[in-house]
């Protein structure tokens, strides 16, 4: 079988489904493929930050998406062992002034729903579910795509949003992941007086509150989801029985090392991560930033472009910029694509980067296990007032009129 596709999106993640609506509201046809038999996400929860909301809101979908999500009121960076109130950050309104929008959470699945269903219905875009791209060529004049069933589609160009063991990048890069060898558990559960430590235990914190607990070799993140509903809990930890060889086996970063480094915690947090389902863990991994993301008519987009380890919630936010961005630029050139992809990434790969090694950096400052850095950091945060927006405008300010 084959086909003519204008525009092909490998991956129906939060990436490539927003790649999707941005082109198609640009007025390009798209076509995505995803491996999976159905367009959706894990049952946990997924911040979205004001740069995200912005090109959310330009793609007409933050009505639906409000509809489901909470706006929180505060962040609340506690010592997950002392139990000590670090600082808040106010997500009132200073900061929806300063921004924008609201700082919003909300359950990943319902993401992908509003997505999936403003994809389904524009004329312009078109899904499969249960493709599985196995090879991809580029002969300068149309790419190529094939799949696991040996069928194959002519592209005018591909856009490989297929996250962070992307196929598309192999043809762009040898590189692999970078394990950060930290794991994280995490799930959703119905709001429940003992699931969120609100207000009790000498937490400065209340319902529409994150609360981000942080120590030596690991942290706890707690936010509410689903109109307050559900509250999401991620617990991270470092794990020191990882190994090269194990690295792709359930073998290292068990649940019992994750009871293990909680113990030295205070009891909300200990509470807190009692609650967290054991089932299925998360291994942190990451990429070295590229130089180039792009050969003839295929690009990257999303964590396949620049996979970066969770700590500054920005993943899906940055998927969710390269997307506007990458719509902009097939305007600006007239669905150009290899033009197109030339501007996109000149325009986003130094951004990224930055982020990806930014994201590291915080969590050596929130993991940090010795005396200096964990006291520096701490004078430091007791300084800064709740609507101290500095160190936020990189990541939150709008880009396109900052450039
Ligand atoms: C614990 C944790 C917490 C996080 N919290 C946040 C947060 O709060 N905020 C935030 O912004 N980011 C967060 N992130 C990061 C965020 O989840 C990712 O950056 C984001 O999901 C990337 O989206 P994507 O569409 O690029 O990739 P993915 O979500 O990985 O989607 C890729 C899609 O491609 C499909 N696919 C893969 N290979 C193929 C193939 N060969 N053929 C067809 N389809 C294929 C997959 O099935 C998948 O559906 C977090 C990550 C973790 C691990």
């Keep these: ?39 959706g996400e894990i049952g946990a929860g997924i911040q979205l930050a ?58 990943r699945g ?19 579910a249960s493709r599985d791209v196995t090879e991809l060529s580029d002969d300068g004049g149309t790419a190529r795509v094939r799949f696991a069933d040996g069928a194959s589609y002519e592209c005018g160009a591909v856009v490989g ?50 609360i981000i607990w942080i120590g030596p070799g690991k942290h706890l993140v707690q936010y509410p989801i689903r109109r307050g509903e559900l ?11 990882y190994s090269r060889e194990a690295e792709l086996t359930d073998r290292w970063g068990t649940p019992a090392e994750l009871d293990q480094a909680f113990a030295p ?38 964590d396949a472009a620049h996979p970066m380890v969770q700590y500054l919630a920005q993943g899906a936010c940055q998927a969710i910029e390269d997307a506007g961005c990458l719509a902009r630029q097939f305007t600006r050139y007239d669905g150009d694509p290899t033009k197109a992809f030339a ?18 950096i915080w969590g050596q400052i929130w993991h940090d296990d010795g005396s200096v850095i964990p006291l520096l950091r701490d004078r430091i945060l007791a300084r800064r007032g709740p609507d101290d927006y500095t160190d936020l405008d990189w990541l939150y300010q709008d880009q396109t009129e900052a450039s």
Aim: aromatic share 6%; hydrophobic share 40%.
């Design 343 to 360: 501007s996109y990434q000149a325009e986003r790969i130094p951004r990224t980067a930055l982020i990806q090694r930014s994201a590291r």
């Design 50 to 107: 004001p740069n995200a909301l912005r090109i959310l809101d330009g793609l007409g979908v933050l009505p639906e998406l409000a509809e489901l999500a909470v706006h929180l009121r505060h962040l609340v960076l506690m010592h997950a062992e002392t139990g000590r109130h670090l600082t808040t950050v106010d997500f009132g309104e200073p900061f929806e002034r300063r921004y924008g929008y609201p700082y919003t959470v909300m359950h």
């Design 161 to 210: 949003a297929d996250g962070l063991w992307s196929t598309a990048r192999t043809l762009i890069s040898a590189d692999r992941p970078v394990c950060q060898e930290f794991v994280a558990y995490r799930g959703a559960l119905p709001a429940r007086d003992d699931a969120m430590p609100t207000g009790g235990n000498g937490v400065p914190a209340g319902p529409d509150d994150e």
């Design 265 to 302: 915690c205070c009891d909300p947090v200990r509470a807190g991560v009692a609650l967290i389902s054991r089932d299925r863990r998360w291994v942190m991994y990451d990429r070295e930033p590229l130089d180039n993301w792009t050969t003839g008519r295929i690009t990257l987009l999303g």
């Design 1 to 39: 079988m084959t086909a003519d596709v204008p525009i092909l999106i490998i991956g129906g993640g939060i990436g490539g489904m927003t790649a999707a609506l941005a082109l198609a509201r640009a007025g390009c046809t798209a076509h995505i493929v995803e491996r999976s038999p159905e367009f």
């Design 231 to 241: 509250v999401n809990q991620v617990a991270v930890f470092g794990s020191g029985s």
């Design 110 to 128: 319902d993401l992908l729903t509003v997505l999936h269903q403003a994809c389904r219905a524009d004329d312009r875009i078109t899904l499969e």
